[in-house]
């Protein structure tokens, strides 16, 4: 079976000839999923082609998605469907309600005939290390939410430059990248600011932050706040560590820790909104009614989703800042 057919006066590219000998043995089902394609040395002497022609022409495959290189193996075809033109590696911390709001929205916005393969790294550095590696010549986009990693770049920097977004946190060793991120410290004192009367109400703010998980500046905004308003404050790694107790009003992060507090509260008979005081961050429909409605600051997600595909749609390679929203409720 002659799979690569290249003639010399065709008119096409030679390596579009090889894409296209690719795409017509795939709609003719002489090649299907799993089948091994002849080698880039076969084709290469076969048809008197330069090893970069045959690259060229297995690279764009690949990064379509329709076929895939295994090491020492050879190509093989992965994708039978020819419909998709662009492919985007999209790699998250983890997924939460509120990061499905920005993955859905990005894939209302983005342009038709892409694919999205969409990865998680769990605040985990070998994993995001290796996910990228893996995924390093396979896309045509590589949409990429870090944590709090040393070296970020450096691991960055092994994928295309030109091909690499920054979704929600953005730092001096990426500042190179196009973006569309949280102001982490402005959106917290920000958000302090609208709710400072109420929390002028009670004896002490604190903070539930995770070092390893949460962007430095939202403990940067929080103590930026308190100072400027001349509250009583402090932080914790967990809700244990807090001793919640009457006249507190504690900011949580994280969703686990937003249930331990309303639990505690329940448990020690204290009225939220009054003996205690909760904000949330992130909004998410739950918390319109958990304890007659949570407060929250939080960042738009779906339109961060709206914004990124425009991008990308558009060809555009800057910077943005996403809005944040406060809504105010009964627990403070």
Known sequence: MEV??????????????????????IQSQELEKGDKLPSINN????????RDTVLLAFNELKTRGIIQSIPGKGYYVKNTSL???????????????????LYNSFLLNIEENIEVDIYFHHFNKK???KLIHDSSGNYNYYIIMPANFEGVADI?????NDKVYVLDQISDELSSFPAVFQNFKKDMYYGLEKVSKQLKRYLEIKLIYNPDKQPQGMLQGFELFCKSFGLHYSHYKNVEGAKLSYKDAI??????????????AKM??????????????????????????????????????KTLAEMITGNQRMQIENRSIVINRDSL
């Open 4 to 25: 690569i057919k290249v003639e010399n006066n065709k008119g096409v590219p030679k390596y579009r000839q090889i894409i296209e000998s690719v795409e017509e043995a």
């Open 43 to 50: 084709i290469k002497q076969k048809f008197s082609l330069s």
């Open 83 to 101: 419909d998709v033109r662009k492919r985007v590696f999209l790699l998250f911390d983890e997924l939460n309600a509120f990061k499905e709001d």
């Open 127 to 129: 994993l995001f290390t």
């Open 156 to 160: 960055v920097s092994t994928l295309p």
């Open 251 to 264: 900011l949580v992060l994280d969703d686990k820790d937003l249930i331990e507090v309303v639990k505690i």
């Open 268 to 305: 020690g008979s204290l009225k939220i909104g009054s003996d205690i005081g909760i904000i949330s961050y992130n909004e998410t429909p739950l918390k319109e009614v958990v304890a007659n409605g949570i407060t929250t600051f939080s960042t738009d997600f779906k339109y961060m989703g």
